[in-house]
């Protein structure tokens, strides 16, 4: 079975462009979760979805970001504008339902740079 | 505030060595410690996971050692080979109304393995 699928892997922008960022989960997963990873703050949860419906979005950083879970095999998250501290790599991560605590997958990330 | 803290922020073993990393939580409401690998280029993946109510589990080469009182749980690495070489990081979760499967990250350790 395909593992989480990100895209695009790479992505080079000027500030004040409109980035969006791609993931497509493992089938049958119900959970979702947008993470970003830098050298400064490590790894951060952004926000996490459960059946296509946002349960968390504390960690979004204000109001330029935002993500959406259209249906249950795709998910975006956006940043508009960006701006050169946006610069990060973003993981999606999903895991399925399941009795206890069920390990997330990840897929590869989506290296963003703002110049 | 930084609920998981971890440590060494990199380690250097030499092949056949053991390898400890450690980490230190603050939430007593914490009920799940995974650790997970990440190769550069790569998302996390999960390495091995303890709950609170053992002290100890094995798998392989690896093995997490938990101490609830002091709130401190180790990864140690036995018979450490260079493909080990890697970014570890430590993590914790609870089960809730709000915070299923929300996982708070270390901020991770760089592990190199000498031939």
């Known amino acids: 079975d395909a593992g989480v699928i990100q895209s695009p892997r790479h992505e080079v922008t000027e500030m004040g462009q409109e980035v969006t960022l791609r993931c497509k989960p493992i089938s049958g997963h119900d959970y979702l979760f947008w993470y970003r990873q830098t050298m400064m703050r490590g790894l951060e949860l952004l926000i996490y979805f459960n059946n296509n419906v946002p349960i ?13 879970m259209p249906n249950a095999s795709f998910s975006t998250l956006k ?28 897929g590869d990330g989506t290296r963003l740079s703002i110049l | 505030q930084q609920q998981v803290k971890q440590s060494p922020q990199s380690l250097i073993v030499q092949k056949g060595g053991i390898s400890i990393i450690n980490c230190a939580y603050e939430n007593t409401a914490f009920d799940y410690f995974p650790w997970y690998q990440q190769f550069p280029g790569k998302g996390p993946a999960l390495l091995i996971a303890i709950r609170p109510d053992v002290s100890e589990k094995k798998e392989g080469r690896f093995t997490i050692s ?25 993590a914790a979760s609870m089960e809730g109304r709000g915070s299923n499967y929300k996982l708070t990250f270390g901020k991770g350790t760089l592990l190199t393995v000498n031939p």
């Open chain 1, 79 to 106: 940043i508009q504008p960006s701006e050169p501290r946006d610069s990060a790599v973003y993981f999606c991560a999903s895991s399925p339902q399941g009795i206890g605590h069920q390990p997330q997958h990840f």
């Open chain 2, 66 to 90: 938990f101490n609830k009182s002091a709130k401190q749980f180790s990864l140690h690495i036995m018979d450490s080979q260079p493909g080990d070489s890697a970014t570890y990081f430590c």
């Open chain 1, 56 to 68: 968390d979005d504390s960690g979004m950083p204000e109001d330029r970001f935002s993500a959406k």
